[in-house]
């Protein structure tokens, strides 16, 4: 990666530059990247840094691998020269409209700009009218929303903009946040392949606009389509690998790009909060939840991706965890997407779903392609059994990202509970298509598989396979695949995962009726093919438990004795455990 001081450099100018033109979300991701970079120990002590050095990183002790800030051999960043000013200077009337800009009055702000021609000017008059023309649409769509929030209202400057900008486009005189406009415009009027073009061209002649790397990520749905552009090899471009390969589902070579940016960026709470979201997608909750409470020392106040956060503390079942969470964001910015989302798992945990919906739909109200609250939505309704309203839930989801799994799987058991297995079976192959390593959407599909009007086990049997390779947590797919071979007459198959699923139970300390059950087979199984002395160990050990299954063990060791002997039945009716 080019040096630290040279990101430094970069990064200054292009947080002045982002914040004039009043793109200020790429502004403050630029910021914290900034803020990111470790200093230069020569030249700073520990007390004038913004972290103490034992705080640094903490996913450092979860790398396999030790990565030095040398870049690897043979990559080489192009030198993108920081963009020159206007030499027209607009002066009081760019100061005015930024004003207005900055106080939500788009269109008096497009006014004051009518009649000025430089660059800056130029693109906050178009970037008004743009904002304008969302913020009528937002509107319209309270006046004219359907059920769950559906409207067919749309941004009436698109048309204008998009023929105002195409020109100068043409022209040779647009600007890299001019053509970050025109991606944007093009994108919400469906030229994607054009957006992609557009966009293009504005990260490689202005890099550090994080929103145009955004939108750009937004339209990289599958990996050719993302080998297919023709980036600029800046550093930035890293950042947006790293994103778009989560989005993607190529999770291990995000962390692995990520952990490479760390290099550089070894404060970055961004680079934290995102290797984190890698880890949970991979189900390593332990490390998840050690990198958020990490985060959550340094940064105390921050509300930005704690729903992931969340998330892995309803899975672990961790009630006052879950709960001080839910008071901190709610003291910190009530009216957050996120923190609603919080809340919403807070009431859902503790079995209060009509209460976690009320959540859900608060944050919907703030952001209505927030897409983690339908989602989650549409499962409290699937607890409700509403599963109409479930279905409507997921399906404003997919509509958002036709690429979230979880949506998919959601809609799988919704008609399930409805009795429709076809289209149940439909949504659960969706499902495994988007996350192929999730052992739970496997057993999902598989029992869709078993249900009475399809009965089709050997798909079943291929489903759990799949599960079973995709680490099991739940320790399901063992046992169904020993009894559904079992149940087909497969008894050497059937012995064989009742074995695999005794031994994980062992491992696992784990006891119950698949102990039982297995046990029980594999004794009856060993002593048809007079493998007297494994029936011996599985009868003795089912004698530690209550129930007929230890009449039964005692019946067979005494039956095995006298096959063995020719002698009488001994009596074992105090034989020792």
């Known amino acids: 990666m080019s040096s630290k001081e040279s990101c430094r450099n970069e990064l200054r100018t292009a947080i002045r530059q982002l914040s004039d033109r009043c793109l200020y979300s790429a502004s403050k991701w630029a910021a914290e990247q900034l803020v990111g970079i470790e200093l230069d120990p020569a030249k700073y002590t520990p007390a004038n840094t913004r972290f103490q050095r034992g705080s640094s990183s903490i996913r450092r002790r979860f790398r396999t691998n030790e990565i030095t800030s040398t870049p690897v051999a043979g990559v080489s960043y192009v030198s993108t020269p920081v963009m020159e000013e206007d030499e027209i200077v607009d002066g009081d009337f760019y100061l005015l409209a930024k004003s207005y800009f900055d106080c939500r009055e788009y269109r008096r702000a497009a006014h004051v700009l009518r009649d000025q021609n430089g660059k800056k000017s130029v693109f906050l008059r178009c970037y008004a009218l743009y904002l304008a023309g969302e913020k009528r649409k937002e509107e319209e769509m309270i006046e004219l929303e359907g059920p769950l929030g559906k409207s067919d209202a749309v941004n009436r400057e698109l048309v204008s903009l998009e023929r105002e900008l195409s020109t100068f486009r043409k022209n040779g005189t647009i600007d890299p946040f001019c053509l970050y406009l025109y991606g944007l415009v093009l994108k919400e009027k469906g030229s994607e392949n054009l957006a992609r073009t557009v966009l293009v061209e504005s990260v490689?002649?202005?890099?550090?606009?994080?929103?145009?790397?955004?939108?750009?990520?937004?339209?990289?749905?599958?990996i050719d389509i993302l080998n297919s552009l023709n980036l600029n090899n800046h550093w930035m471009k890293d950042f947006f690998l790293a994103g778009t390969y989560h989005e993607l589902r190529m999770h291990s070579e995000s962390l692995t790009k990520y952990e490479y940016l760390q290099s550089t960026f070894s404060f970055s709470n961004y680079i934290q909060a995102q290797i984190a979201k890698a880890q949970y997608?991979?189900?390593?909750?332990?490390?998840?939840?050690?990198?958020?409470?990490?985060?959550?020392?340094?940064?105390?106040?921050?509300?930005?991706d704690m729903d992931m956060y969340s998330n892995v503390l309803y899975a672990k079942e961790c009630f006052s965890a879950l709960s001080y969470l839910a008071h901190r964001v709610f003291m910190t910015d009530k009216y957050r997407p996120e923190s609603c989302c919080i809340i919403g798992n807070y009431y859902s945990l503790?079995?209060?779903?009509?209460?976690s919906v009320v959540y859900f739909r608060r944050a919907l109200k703030l952001n209505k392609n927030y897409l983690s609250a339908w989602t989650l939505m549409g499962h409290e309704y699937v607890e409700m059994k509403n599963t109409p309203a479930a279905v409507d839930a997921y399906r404003r989801a997919v509509d958002i990202n036709p690429c979230d799994y979880r949506a998919w799987y959601g809609l799988g058991q919704a008609y399930e509970m409805m009795h429709l297995p076809f289209y149940a079976l439909h949504y659960f192959r969706k499902s495994v298509f988007l996350q192929p390593n999730d052992s739970r959407l496997w057993i999902a599909m598989a029992q869709c598989y078993e249900t009475e009007p399809l009965q089709m086990r050997e798909e079943a049997i291929k489903c759990y396979r799949r599960a079973a390779n995709c680490n099991d947590r739940e320790a399901i797919a063992l046992n169904q695949l020993a009894k559904l071979?079992?149940?087909?007459?497969?008894?050497?198959?059937?012995?064989?995962?009742?074995?695999k699923d005794l031994e994980r139970?062992?491992?696992e300390e784990r006891e119950g009726p698949n102990m039982v059950e297995a046990l029980m087979f594999l004794a009856t199984h060993c002593r048809a093919h007079d493998r007297f002395e494994e029936a011996e160990v599985y009868c003795t050990r089912l004698l530690d438990y209550t129930g007929p299954e230890k009449e039964t063990a005692k019946s067979m060791l005494r039956g095995m004795r006298t096959a063995q002997s020719g002698f009488p039945p001994m009596d074992i009716e105090h034989f020792p455990p």
């Open 485 to 499: 071979h079992k149940e087909l007459g497969r008894d050497e198959e059937a012995a064989f995962y009742y074995k």
């Open 204 to 222: 490689n002649s202005y890099p550090w606009n994080w929103s145009a790397w955004s939108e750009l990520q937004s339209l990289c749905t599958t």
């Open 281 to 304: 997608s991979l189900r390593e909750f332990e490390q998840v939840e050690v990198i958020f409470e990490e985060l959550l020392r340094i940064d105390p106040y921050r509300v930005e």
């Open 350 to 355: 503790k079995g209060q779903h009509e209460k």
């Open 505 to 507: 139970m062992e491992a």
